[in-house]
């Protein structure tokens, strides 16, 4: 389960609206385009500093959700030689190989030819913000990438994953890319197609995708993506979002969804259509038992170019187990379901109410006192009670550091540099003089809470570690944030 936190005064981001409502069809994004562009150009400034700190490969990518080929599309890619790339900050990707050949990444679905030893740096990226430079009859065909490598001409091609099922229909079907080059494109024709890839000769290295032209109705592997809001209500609130199996839309649901007024956790649940969608055609929502659904009805189209994205609302007065199914209505036939049960929210619940009880335990205690008066009162405690070491007690304490640090898995290197800007020294010189594992990761969160001085809260750390750490690690510090 991934939690999301509240959107950032100031900020903005992709935008959603329920699916009811109109949006332009190729409406860009403007601001929050900007601020994902900013991400991704600290991202590649800091390229050759990250790769020489990280250490261990990231695999727990919320955003990317490279899925296989569905069962009418083979797989024409067994023979490509996997590889797990490093992701870097701001949302890259890093891979070295060290010879010639075809190898596939195995969390983006990219394949890259290359003609000698390189070094291939790329991310993903929002088409909604070149939704003016994709003119019809052509269409986005997969997603968007910007790619870089220490030796452009040693890399020959690049095979893009689309997210169409072509089945019987790939005769009736063009494929292209759209190259964008500064502020204009070039729509560049591709060497070669396949069930769930379209090749790219390079010709140069800047943002590129998949583009395609049809005939005939394109049929898409879907997606449904789940959130929860969170809330003081006892209701149950729900966005789902249907999309297409396409990286850059499902990227930008995350970031419309965290960037949001309200505060959502993911439900994992698997997002996988068992049926193609089919663009033009109509879908329902049906929940069982019976809760408002806004709306009932849907007409599905690849959102990609826009830049709000639609979204069912599903609301439950009572917290009760449920089943959704996404229903064709042509034929009736189920595209997608999963039941729903109180555990798979439950956990962040019961969290929030111990933290509830904890307020109203010590209101019992101090009825004489207003709110207001309360959290003055406590804030003054904090700065002038006993300090032990200089540090003030409102910081984490050793227990309560011991207890995160035995919750981090393999990845603690890389979230200690990433997230708490921890160097790379400091982690070998811990390395050297403790063997212990949470001895090691203790004594690094006791550097970073030194380091802090009197910000070396539990707020802090969860602030610093919400993007990357596990939900068992921010559900503690929560529990610590709630002793005041």
Not at 116 to 144: D, M, N, R
Not at 252 to 271: L, T
Request: charged share 30%; net charge negative.
């Amino acid at each position: 389960m991934e939690i999301v936190a509240d959107g950032v005064e100031g900020e903005s981001s992709t935008e959603e609206h329920p699916a009811g409502e109109d949006s332009s069809e190729h409406s860009s994004s403007s601001t929050s385009e900007e601020e994902s562009d900013a991400e991704e150009s600290d991202g590649r400034r800091s390229d050759e500093e990250q790769e020489e700190k990280e250490s261990l490969p990231c695999c727990n990518d919320s955003e990317v959700n490279y899925l296989p080929p569905c069962e009418h599309c083979r797989n024409e890619n067994g023979q490509k030689e996997q590889v797990t790339p490093r992701r870097l900050a701001g949302g890259q990707y890093i891979m070295h190989l060290d010879t010639e050949g075809t190898y596939q990444c195995s969390l983006t679905g990219l394949i890259f030819e290359v003609m000698k030893a390189v070094k291939i740096t790329y991310s993903l990226l929002s088409w909604s913000k070149y939704a003016s430079l994709v003119e019809k009859p052509w269409i986005v065909g997969g997603p968007l990438f910007d790619v870089r490598c220490d030796s452009a001409s040693a890399l020959a091609s690049i095979q893009f994953p689309h997210s169409l099922c072509l089945g019987d229909h790939g005769a009736g079907m063009a494929f292209k890319v759209l190259h964008i080059k500064g502020e204009g494109a070039a729509i560049e024709p591709s060497a070669d197609y396949s069930a769930s890839h379209v090749k790219w000769l390079v010709s140069s290295l800047s943002p590129v995708g998949p583009l395609i032209q049809s005939q005939e109705p394109v049929q898409y592997h879907g997606a449904v993506i789940l959130y929860k809001v969170v809330d003081e209500q006892p209701s149950l609130s729900f966005r789902v979002y249907v999309a297409t199996n396409n990286d850059s839309f499902i990227k930008d649901i995350s970031r419309a969804v965290k960037h949001s007024n309200k505060k959502f956790i993911k439900i994992d649940k698997p997002p996988v259509c068992q049926k193609l969608l089919q663009k033009g055609k109509r879908y329902r929502l049906v929940c069982e038992p019976e809760a408002e659904v806004t709306p009932e009805e849907i007409e599905f189209v690849d959102g990609s170019l826009l830049k709000l994205k639609s979204y069912i609302e599903v609301y439950l007065e009572k917290p009760d187990d449920f089943t959704l199914s996404l229903v064709e209505l042509e034929s009736d036939a189920t595209v997608w379901k999963a039941k729903l049960r109180e555990s798979d929210w439950i956990h962040y619940d019961q969290n929030k109410n111990e933290q509830k009880r904890s307020a109203v335990s010590v209101k019992k205690r101090k009825p004489a006192l207003s709110i207001l008066e309360e959290d003055a009162l406590c804030s003054k405690k904090q700065r002038t009670s006993n300090k032990a070491g200089g540090i003030e007690t409102r910081n984490l304490t050793d227990q309560q550091l011991m207890v995160i640090a035995k919750l981090f898995g393999r990845q603690w290197r890389e979230i200690a540099i990433e997230c708490l800007q921890m160097e790379m020294k400091d982690i070998e010189q811990i390395q050297a003089t403790e063997e212990e594992v949470n001895m090691q990761k203790f004594l690094l969160l006791s550097k970073w809470r030194d380091r802090e001085q009197g910000n070396g809260t539990a707020e802090a750390l969860y602030k610093s570690l919400h993007e990357k750490a596990s939900y068992e690690i921010l559900q503690a510090l929560q529990g610590f944030s709630a002793q005041c």
